[in-house]
Structures are given as C-alpha cells and as structure tokens.
C-alpha cells in the first residue's frame, strides 16, 4: 500500500482548485485520516469532494476506509451524497489533473 503515492496523485487533482490532502496516519481501527488543506479546508463544498472524490478514490486505490478531517457532514448525508454522485470522480478527475 503506497499512500503517499495515491495521495499525492489526489492532490494533483485538488491541486486545481487550490487545496490539497495531507495523510495524518491511521486509527486504531485501520482508517487512513487525510486533513484537508488550502482552499480545501475552508470550501463549502468540501463533503462533496470528499463523497465523491476523496473516499472513492481512496478505496479503489488503497482498499482502505479513510476519515477526512474537516468533511463537516453527517455520515447519513454522505452516503446520501456519495449514492447521488457514485462513480463522478473517475470521469471527473482526469480532467481535473489534465487542466492543472
């Protein structure tokens, strides 16, 4: 497991928008923590990023559960979101990283 390396691939992506992840290490129960950075950290929109891009990419990449500090929403709300936005970061994100 590279999570240095499928993080700072994240970030080319995040990049684009002003902010970035950093890896703040694991839980005691296995979960990856990324703190939110930049324009990141203060977005409104950041559980949507974080639904749609953040954890998505995470599992597929890591196989790992991953808590991002800072998302702000209920975990409800983001299964909601992530149901409504499932699979946009592997069309979107592409073109994020190709724009930077």
């Known amino acids: 497991m590279d999570v240095d390396a499928a993080v700072a691939e994240l970030n080319l992506a ?12 694991f839980s ?3 979960r990856l ?6 324009m990141c950290a203060g977005c409104r929109y950041r559980p ?3 639904a749609a891009t953040i ?7 890591l196989g790992v559960d991953v808590d991002v500090l ?6 409800e709300a983001e299964e909601r979101l992530a149901k409504a936005l499932e699979g946009s970061y592997r069309t979107a ?7 930077r």
């Open 48 to 50: 949507m990023t974080t």
């Open 93 to 99: 994100l592409p073109l994020l990283i190709a724009d």
């Open 33 to 38: 923590r990324l703190r939110m950075l930049g």
């Open 70 to 75: 800072g998302a702000r929403i209920s975990e």
């Open 28 to 30: 005691e129960t296995g």
């Open 55 to 61: 954890r998505p990419f995470i599992r597929e990449r």
């Open 14 to 25: 995040l990049r684009s928008h002003g902010g970035a992840v950093e890896h703040s290490g």
